[in-house]
């Protein structure tokens, strides 16, 4: 590898395609239906999202991502206010629930704005490009193949239903990656950004639209290279050569 090729580890939702704006849809969708049943108990959609946040990101803090969570994060809810109004439970409303929670991993695949030319332009540099993504395998290699992203990552995907920092830096180690040409790209600051300043990498913030309460954390760790945030995709591979070329002129 010559110094001004890098190796590019690439986060894939909210990164790259779109996926968080699916997730407040259908959740927009249940505390519709929640609303509704619960009519008369007083009960706001506003009470309803956050006790479904506060459940879903519980189970994913333990536990990490699994396609079984996000319905049953309905479930619980339900359970939950059932309980405390003292309302009686209903089989085919929990059915209900479960597949209303299960259609999110469903919906169409919707590549993020210039992710096409940004990826294309990235191999024309001469990077080495991989994806690093969190979740079910199947469900997020269903989105790869819908995306056709192998054109861009070859057999170089990544999934794992823990994404953290010891996860990040066994895949730096097992490649042999040299930390000092390797980037990170994502939304989350939990699972993309902090995990890559720890394991010493270069890394760019991509802030989502809509962020998901899990990711929104306080970085406190130092960078020992590039850390950028940038607004969109099309930045990114001027951002890499401009550092990469201001480090050759400063001879490091």
């Not at 999934?159 to 994502?186: P, Q």
Request: aromatic share 12%; with cysteine; proline share 4%.
């Amino acid at each position: 590898m010559t110094k001004t090729q890098q190796t590019i580890l690439f986060d894939m939702d909210d990164t790259l395609l779109f996926c968080n704006k699916f997730f407040d849809m259908v959740i927009d969708q249940f505390a519709d239906q929640m609303e509704a049943w619960f009519h008369g108990y007083h009960l706001s959609m506003d009470e309803i999202k956050k006790k479904q946040s506060e459940i879903d990101l519980e189970r994913v803090l333990v536990s990490g991502f699994a396609p079984d969570h996000f319905p049953q994060s309905f479930v619980d809810t339900y359970e939950y206010y059932t309980d405390l109004m003292g309302r009686s439970k209903n089989d085919a409303e929990v059915k209900r629930l479960i597949e209303l929670g299960a259609s999110v991993y469903g919906h169409s695949i919707e590549p993020y704005p210039y992710m096409e030319e940004t990826l294309r332009m990235l191999q024309q540099d001469g990077h080495t490009l991989h994806l690093y993504t969190g979740g079910d395998p199947t469900v997020q290699m269903r989105k790869v193949k819908e995306a056709e992203l192998e054109r861009f990552f070859g057999n170089r995907i990544y999934v794992t239903r823990h994404k953290n920092a010891e996860y990040l830096d066994g895949l730096i180690r097992a490649n042999g990656f040299d930390r000092s040409n390797t980037w990170m790209i994502g939304n989350s600051l939990r699972t993309d950004i902090i995990p890559a300043l720890k394991a010493g990498i270069h890394a760019i913030f991509m802030p989502a639209e809509l962020e998901w309460a899990y990711n929104q954390v306080e970085v406190d760790v130092e960078p020992a290279g590039a850390y950028f945030t940038l607004s969109s995709l099309r930045y990114i591979p001027e951002a890499i050569r401009d550092y990469t070329a201001a480090k050759i002129a400063a001879g490091s």
